[in-house]
């Protein structure tokens, strides 16, 4: 979710890296990645522990190989998402859901982080990342990271997920393998529902090449004119709109009405095809009278981040709607294509999307294992995870009920600490917004929204709220990446509904999860509210693990009324009881509490530092946290994506402990905890320790004061970073080792799993650790 416990005392350097390493007095040239190190992780540790080693790491000075890439951290992440794939211990289909996250998230990457490393090297901006490494020495390691990375995970599917999931009756299988009737099947089919989407673009002085979308397959198609015997470039563009693995079975009139679920139990299995290979067999009648002389597949990957100059614009709507019409024609920064292309063609390629060899990935067909998605969907439940069904959160039933309870009584009684998706979302935030909406004595709704589903079931309630008279403000960030066009929408949706809808502050992503309401009572106004680590989705609500606090306090309270209208008007000097916000006090307060630990273990008590995140990068936070473990201060670090810390390091960090967990939820939430045990300080919101959270975001954290949340929080945490529970530990050497089985191979701790288990003993208050 590696067999052997993790030893902080072990800092040197493994054995197979013993046998490469230089010599201590070897004087390498930091700026050559080449030699004589395999790779950047393996030149910044050299010149790391030479440093600790000539000059010591004092709390004044710290040496400068401290923090590993942010970008290729990145690339160890997306590495322990393959492993998921690749672990036999999990269901089938969600080995095969894993590797299309791998690929969906190696995508993501290359059309935001390689394109904007494309850019600046272009642009001759040549800074020094915190690393050490320049923006090429960063895309060198990038480049052979995804190669080492793509040809594993495709020998993994041809290997191990082929053959597993045609032993399960779920049969991949080429045009060629096909017997005659599955292939007149299919050709019906093709003429029926493929044919009439299909536009061939041919490439000749009056057509000239066409432009290639980001992402969806293609195949480049090469025919010759019988008449003139030339042969000519033509591109088809593989539709997205219709399923990518076609199911032969269910097209048989004998099978009319029966689930491909059926046909894979049954004695011969399920056939699925991919889709381009049914095209390229039917290639002949796009191109009629001409000789199809060669086809292969191709996808390009796109610039596709977005900028946006706030200050000079006028009307942030306008100008992103301007910018994501931009978005399309972007340079494309990597070309994947089938590894049988010819050498003409693919030359062809390369020169007109205007890229180097470098940007091109040969792999075998198919291509873009996202297609993946389409057996995932399945149910078959045996080669899935067991169905789970959140439950109702204690402190808003006592006991599971269809018909909902008060949640204002039920938040007058207490403050309420959620868990998702242990706890249900609709239960519990779905719930308090769409009883707000409906109640006749609340008199305004206050919401933020980063991103949330088109049919959401927030937005309707705001949306009800507002047509029944109530002031309703929603603070609706737009410049959620990749979510801009669907926020948009349902931002102009809202609009017309009479929602007060504000777009956030000029130079800021409004990324805080806050909703605030207010509602008329017997003794005045009261004011209830939500702060939460997880967008209001209900969808990713389901699959992301992320954590929330319902509340009437009035510190808590009074601190998001200052906040909203520091959002929606200007209140510049605002200040917060039980808040820290972002850009203004987050990084400071959380540096303030990792010092006042180093204070208390000089002062000879104990002290702890607990941080969870999904990245950790900004370096004045990590320094803290070097100070920290220098002072004898024990620290542990959950994080699931980026980490720029070098843990375990001697004489800098071995005092710090780093651990990731992957599994069937993402995990999404954020804690901070300060202290020993009984004596802690606990914070939870929507910050991770990166620049943009902490300088270019508003993000809030709230801190927890009930004590058995406290208690709660704290113990979650260090169950997390434990060596009982499964988990990725981070090296000193930079290298993540798996940690799934203990000494005696038995099985370690899968956090999730005993959450899930557990969940019911958090609606009776039972204790779960």
């Known amino acids: 979710m590696a ?8 800092l040197a350097e493994p054995a197979e890296e013993n046998s490469t390493a230089p010599s201590i007095n070897l004087q390498p040239d930091p700026d050559d990645i080449t030699s004589p190190f395999s790779s950047p992780e393996q030149r910044d540790m050299f010149i790391l522990k030479k440093e ?35 672990d036999r211990d999990l269901p089938l289909l969600e080995r095969c859901w894993f590797s299309t996250i791998f690929s969906s998230n190696l995508d993501e990457f290359y059309m935001v982080r390689v394109a904007g490393l494309k850019r600046r090297i272009a642009a001759g901006i ?11 020495q960063v895309l060198d ?56 989407v299909l536009t061939p673009l041919a490439v000749d002085p009056s057509h000239p090449f066409p432009y290639i979308s980001g992402l969806p397959l293609n195949l480049a198609v090469v025919v010759r004119n019988r008449a003139t015997d030339k042969q000519h470039f033509a591109r088809v563009k593989v539709p997205p709109s219709l399923p990518r693995l076609v199911n032969v079975d269910t097209l048989l009139p004998e099978n009319t009405g029966i689930a491909v679920e059926d046909i894979v139990a049954s004695k011969s299995g399920a056939t699925f095809v991919p889709l381009e290979q049914v095209i390229a067999a039917h290639l002949d009648q796009l191109f009629l009278g001409m000789e199809i002389v060669e086809s292969h597949t191709f996808r390009v990957t796109r610039n596709e981040d977005l900028e946006v100059e706030e200050d000079d614009a006028e009307n942030l709507l306008t100008a992103m709607e301007t910018e994501l019409l931009r978005r399309r024609f972007g340079p494309a920064v990597r070309l994947e294509i089938a590894e049988d292309v010819s050498q003409p063609v693919l030359d062809f390629l390369v020169q007109r999307l205007e890229i180097t060899d470098a940007d091109v990935f040969r792999l075998p067909a198919p291509l873009d294992l996202t297609g993946l998605n389409d057996l995932h969907d399945l149910d078959i439940p045996h080669l899935k995870y067991p169905k789970y069904v959140p439950v109702t959160p204690h402190g808003l039933a006592e006991y599971e009920s ?39 004595h609340v008199l305004a709704i206050k919401q933020t929204l980063y991103r949330t589903s088109g049919d959401s079931p927030i937005v309707s309630s705001l949306i009800e709220a507002a047509q029944a008279g109530k002031q309703v403000v929603a603070i609706v960030e737009i410049k959620a990446r990749f979510d801009e066009e669907a926020n948009i929408s349902w931002a102009r949706k809202l609009e017309r509904a009479g929602v007060h809808v504000v777009y956030g502050m000029v130079g800021l992503k409004t990324h805080c999860k806050l909703s605030l309401v207010v509602r008329e009572e017997a003794e005045g106004l009261r004011r209830y509210c939500h702060v939460g680590t997880g ?114 390091v001697k004489g800098l960090s071995e005092n710090i402990r780093v651990r990731s967990i992957l599994g069937r939820y993402l995990e999404h939430s954020r804690i901070y905890c300060f202290g020993p045990e009984g004596d802690e300080e606990v914070w939870i919101g929507s910050a991770d320790l990166m620049h943009r959270n902490l300088d270019r975001r508003v993000e809030a954290l709230v801190k927890i004061v009930d004590p058995g949340q406290v208690a709660y929080l704290s113990k979650l945490l260090r169950t997390e970073a434990s060596d009982k529970t499964s988990s990725w530990h981070l090296r000193p050497n930079g290298q993540w080792v798996r940690h799934n089985y203990g000494k005696k191979g038995k099985r370690l701790l899968d956090i999730q799993t005993m959450l899930m288990k557990n969940a019911s003993g958090r609606v009776t208050g039972r204790k779960i650790f």
């Open 3 to 10: 067999t052997s416990q993790a030893d902080h005392s072990d």
């Open 52 to 86: 600790v080693k000539d000059k010591g790491a004092t709390e004044d000075e710290l040496p400068s190989g401290r923090f590993a890439d942010r970008e290729l951290s990145w690339m160890r992440f997306n590495e322990r998402v393959l492993e998921q794939s690749e």
């Open 126 to 136: 040549a800074s020094v990342a915190a690393s050490g490494l320049t923006p090429r």
């Open 141 to 196: 390691g990038i480049t052979a990271k995804s190669r080492e990375l793509t040809t594993r995970q495709v020998k993994a599917f041809r290997d191990e997920l082929l053959p597993a999931l045609h032993a399960e009756g779920i049969h991949l299988r080429k045009w060629d393998d096909l017997n005659t009737k599955q292939q007149a099947v299919l050709t019906e089919y093709f003429q029926r529902r493929v044919f009439p």
């Open 402 to 440: 269809a018909s909902a309870g008060d949640i204002f009584a039920s938040i007058r009684s207490h403050d309420v600490l959620l868990h998702h998706p242990y706890d249900s979302f609709s239960t519990s935030v779905q719930h308090f917004i769409a009883t707000a909406a409906s109640d006749p």
């Open 535 to 648: 967008n209001y989705h209900p969808k990713t609500a389901r699959g992301y693990e992320d954590l929330g606090l319902l509340t009437c306090d009035r510190d808590v309270t009074q601190d998001l009324t200052r906040l909203f209208n520091q959002l929606s008007g200007y209140a510049p000097r605002t200040t917060f009881h039980r808040l820290l916000v972002a850009p203004v006090s987050i990084r400071t307060g959380l540096i303030e509490r990792i010092n006042r630990q180093v204070e208390r273990k000089k002062a000879g008590e104990d002290a702890y530092i607990g941080i969870k995140v999904n990245s950790i990068v900004d370096e004045a936070v990590i320094d803290a946290l070097y100070r920290a473990s220098q002072a004898g201060v024990p620290v542990d670090v959950v994080v699931r994506g980026i980490c720029a810390i070098r843990a375990g």
